[in-house]
């Protein structure tokens, strides 16, 4: 059992910048593919990036290609997602997500743990 605690969110104005994390409150995620997802009001919720559980590669959503990085320090549980330039059409809650060790995939239920999440607003 793993249980994820997601930190970082707020309210930023379009153009800044947000840093969120990802720790392990319980168990440890070494092993797991890690991914962040966000859902908007009376939208689906949505992929936005993925590392392996080594941390060697990962993936990203098209729309937040080159603004946001995802990356992780297994030695301190811990995985962050850098947002940069950020525009209104980001504001959602993230939630962070854990994944038994395989391919990464950006579909939501082949995650196995997910976080109660973190709200980002971005103002225009």
């Known amino acids: 059992q793993v249980q994820l605690v997601e930190a970082g969110g707020g309210l930023v104005q379009a153009g800044g910048s947000l840093s969120l994390s990802c720790t392990a409150s319980e168990g440890t995620f070494d092993g797991y593919n890690m991914a962040w997802f966000r859902q908007a009001p009376e939208k689906e919720r949505e992929f936005v990036a993925a590392?392996?559980?080594?941390?060697?590669?990962?993936r990203y959503r098209d729309s937040v290609q080159g603004r946001v990085t995802i990356s992780r320090d297994n030695a301190k549980s811990i995985v962050l997602l850098q947002m940069n330039n950020l525009e209104p059409e980001d504001t959602a809650v993230y939630y962070c997500a854990a994944q038994r060790t395989g391919p990464i995939y950006s579909t939501a239920p082949t995650y196995d743990y997910w976080g109660r999440g973190t709200q980002v607003t971005v103002s225009s």
């Open positions: 590392i392996s559980y080594t941390g060697g590669s990962a």
